[in-house]
């Protein structure tokens, strides 16, 4: 992941989707996630109430963590290890 995300700072994107397809979606997440933390710090009004925020962390931690299954037991799989 992270020689992804620093060729993804170079904008080799080649590069970036053969060593981990999921590193600019999980630094999109991570992106979001710290300016929402960061406006709520500062007293912003969150969009959405507190139990529907905790639904759907939770269900992105699913999604992210069944498409890395997915994502390395292909790899495993078919021996296409970067």
Do not use: C, K
């Amino acid at each position: 992941m992270s020689r992804a995300l620093f060729a993804m700072v170079r904008g080799d994107w080649r590069e970036v989707f053969r060593l981990h397809p999921m590193a600019p979606l999980l630094a999109l997440q991570s992106a979001v996630g710290w300016a929402a933390s960061g406006a709520w710090a500062a007293g912003a009004r969150l969009p959405l109430p507190h139990p529907r925020l905790e639904e759907l962390a939770e269900r992105l931690i699913l999604v992210n963590t069944a498409l890395l299954i997915l994502l390395w037991g292909g790899r495993l799989y078919f021996h296409a290890l970067p």
